[in-house]
């Protein structure tokens, strides 16, 4: 029986590249985003019949809960959640527009939070969890504002999820990426050998989904080759 993974932003970046690589290996890939162009075309693009794709907007608590429910309806169970859906704002705490906060803390922290409680139940034993935290996550810098924020909490977020499951035989692992060539870049004037290919991260978590029942990386911290940029 194909095992089932659920992806949140999966039409573009970092989240196409993971629903590529799960749905070569046969899992039954759930992904959402806001654009449903986005999705039609991932849809086209990779023309497989495990592909299930659902329009949210999961800075929304109530999107979050329709997404959840409609995988519930169809699924007994999950074995990987992937908590991908993230932006970033740039801009610093002391400038920064009212409302920038509360949008990225919206998008990156409560999805996450609201996605993993809804299909918590539901996750199997030797299940696993990603979180996609930043190396913002771990690193204030100017122009990072509430972006960085976000991203702390985020990281906060996936090291008590990790706590809390250890019992139930649960693997949670947050992971790092620093700069990754994706649409967040556009208009960056660099080569894109300065970025880390998004498939490497897709990669990296595919193969951390391997590795045996009884060990979990907890973290994984992923640069680009000559460092951040
Ligand atoms: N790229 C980097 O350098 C980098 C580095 C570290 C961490 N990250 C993190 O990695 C994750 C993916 O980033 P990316 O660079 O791959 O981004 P991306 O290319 O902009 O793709 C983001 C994906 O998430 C979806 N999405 C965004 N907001 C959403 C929302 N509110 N509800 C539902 N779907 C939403 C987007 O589709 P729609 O726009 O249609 O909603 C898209 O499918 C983010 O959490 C980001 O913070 C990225």
């Given amino acids: 029986m194909n095992k089932t993974v659920v992806i949140s932003g999966g039409s573009q970046g970092i ?33 497989h019949q ?15 809960l329709h997404f959840a ?12 959640l992937i908590n991908n859906a993230g932006f970033f704002e740039p801009g610093q705490i002391q400038s920064e527009e009212d409302g920038v906060l509360e949008r990225q803390i919206e998008t990156n922290l409560y999805s996450a939070y609201h996605l993993t409680r809804a299909l918590l139940p539901k996750i199997q034993t030797f299940g696993h969890i990603f979180n996609m935290c930043s190396v913002a996550s771990i690193t204030p810098y100017v122009n990072g504002g509430s972006y960085c924020i976000s991203k702390f909490a985020l990281l906060g977020f996936s090291k008590v999820l990790r706590e809390e499951l250890k019992d139930r035989k649960i693997k949670v692992t947050s992971v790092l990426p620093g700069a990754t ?6 208009g960056v004037n660099l080569p894109k050998e300065r970025f880390i290919d998004p498939d490497d991260i897709a990669n990296t978590i595919y193969s951390n989904y391997n590795l045996s029942p009884s060990a979990v990386v907890e973290e994984i911290l992923i640069r680009p080759m000559e460092g951040d940029v």
């Fill in 69 to 80: 429910n409609w995988i519930l309806s169809k699924e007994q169970s999950v074995d990987v």
């Fill in 181 to 186: 060539l994706t649409s967040s870049w556009e």
């Fill in 15 to 47: 989240g196409k590249s993971l629903v590529k690589i799960f749905l070569n290996h046969d899992f039954k890939v759930y992904t959402c985003a806001r654009n449903q162009m986005g999705l039609d075309k991932l849809s086209k693009e990779m023309n």
């Fill in 50 to 64: 495990n592909l299930f794709t659902f329009q949210a907007d999961v800075s929304k608590k109530e999107d979050v």
